[in-house]
């Protein structure tokens, strides 16, 4: 991820009411914002085939929907009643479970975000960035409808170069357009291998549709994972294993394996569909914020002046300056106002993200203070801020509207992570902090 610096602001802004907004951070800010992948819907039916493998694990995604890319398969999060999944060498699961209304967790998204390089300030404190050489955080929440309490769940997975499921050299990418052809033929290869070696491994349980880690599979192919008869039945009703399981049954495991990537592919239009069980998929691309200082510069003195003009008005309707304060105190959000005119340069942006930097708060209220943010419970370390998820990801869920009152929300999520990246997220998915921040109402 590249880096930049936003110029220091000009001096001669005033800093003297406490109603100003404060962008002295920007000065150092180095934000880089995620933003959905769009293009999609021009794509043709081999370019959408291409973009769809890149979703998958061996492309190492960052993506909105779907099922999750693992990263490391010995430690997969497991469905509800999975049963202990802990193998022999003690890679421990965790179970996705929603802690109010009990139901399973549901993938939002995942980032994959490597430490330790040129501008990682906090490299010097990792415990092991040979073992953080590939790192992904994973963002799951409870999407039934009417849950009063969602339960929203993060998780650090991180991995050694040198690992039992990917290949040491990087998977192909960027090809020229003249080689499309060719980058698809390499992309399912490389795919296909990845299966491959998973089915090998015995690291191929998870589920057909939602992708978590599970026990069952379907006792004709004995090839096929789901995690519960609802998710076998649209796997068999509404994707296409009712005509894959012979198939399945192949003796020849390539052309079995080859079957299944296809498979994998055909099946997320599904995801598309409003009563799908997960979200629909969407690459996250990733850029360095270029934030218009100047503008923000001009907007806050029209701010200023649009203060000037309240204190006038007040003024002419037998106000006084208790009354003004008053306003000042109860409705003016400075919070709120800096993340809209931030966010209004970049309306689009879904995530930002900042290693070490400091969350844009959506508004004054519920903000977290430097002593609410839990300690690493793997490793006792402190957590520091990693990114945000902001409300405009809400718009690409295809959530049903009709029942806004029970339906997923935020105004803000926002994920901690532990300093040292530590060892806990080896063999196992550690679970970092996440916090909601609610619109206000
Ligand atoms: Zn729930
Ligand atoms: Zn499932
Ligand atoms: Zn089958
Ligand atoms: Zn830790």
């Keep these: 991820m590249s880096k930049i610096q936003v110029k220091k602001m000009n ?21 880089d914002v995620g933003y959905i992948d769009t293009s999609m819907e021009e794509l043709s039916e081999k370019e959408l085939q291409l973009y769809r493998i890149q979703m998958k694990s061996p492309f190492f995604p960052n993506k909105v929907g779907g099922k999750p890319a693992w990263l490391d398969y010995s430690s997969a999060p497991h469905a509800l009643g ?5 193998d022999s060498n003690n890679n421990k699961s965790e ?14 998204l995942q980032i994959y975000a490597p430490i330790g390089g040129q501008n990682d300030q906090f490299s010097n404190e990792a415990e092991c960035l040979e073992d953080a050489f590939h790192r992904v955080l994973y963002v799951f929440l409870c999407s039934n409808q009417g849950c009063k309490a969602r339960t929203f769940k993060a998780y650090r997975s991180q991995l050694n170069r040198e690992n039992d499921f990917f290949s040491h050299d990087p998977p192909p990418e960027d090809y020229d357009e003249d080689d499309f052809e060719q980058e698809l033929a390499d992309s399912k290869d490389h795919l296909k291998k990845f299966y491959l070696n998973l089915y090998k491994k015995n690291m191929l349980n998870q589920c057909a549709v939602c992708g978590l880690a599970c026990t069952k599979k379907c006792s004709r192919c004995n090839f096929v994972f789901f995690c519960s008869q609802a998710h076998q039945l649209i ?13 399945y049954s192949n003796p020849d495991l390539d052309q079995m394996i080859l079957e299944w990537v296809q498979d994998e592919n055909s099946q997320l239009k599904y995801f598309e569909e409003k009563n799908s069980p997960l979200f629909p998929e969407r690459e996250i691309l990733i850029e360095p914020e270029e934030l218009d200082v100047a503008k923000l510069k001009r907007e806050k003195d029209k701010f200023k002046y649009d203060e000037k003009k309240i204190v006038e008005e007040l003024g002419q309707n037998e106000g006084n300056d208790q009354d003004f304060d008053a306003v000042k105190e109860n409705d003016y959000d400075k919070d709120f106002e800096k993340f809209k005119k931030i966010s209004a340069q970049d309306p689009a942006q879904i995530i930002r993200y900042e290693r070490g930097g400091k969350p844009l708060w959506t508004s004054k209220y519920q903000k977290l203070k430097e002593s609410d943010i839990p300690k690493c419970e793997h490793c006792g370390s402190r957590r520091i801020f990693e990114f945000q998820v902001t409300p405009q990801l809400l718009c690409y869920l295809n959530l049903d509207e ?3 009152m029970d339906t997923v929300d935020w105004a803000g999520l926002y994920v901690y992570t532990c300093v040292k990246s530590c060892q806990a997220a080896k063999n196992s998915y550690a679970s970092e902090f996440i916090y909601k921040q609610d619109f206000v109402s």
């Design 95 to 108: 179970e996705l479970q929603c802690l109010s209304c009990k139901s399973q967790l549901v993938f939002l």
């Design 235 to 247: 796997d068999w009703t509404k994707l296409n294993h009712k005509t894959l399981c012979t198939k």
């Design 82 to 86: 999975a049963g202990v999944m802990n």
């Design 402 to 404: 009709s029942r806004q």
């Design 11 to 31: 001096s001669e802004i005033e800093q003297d009411s406490d109603s100003d907004i404060d962008y002295d951070d920007l000065t150092q800010s180095s934000v």
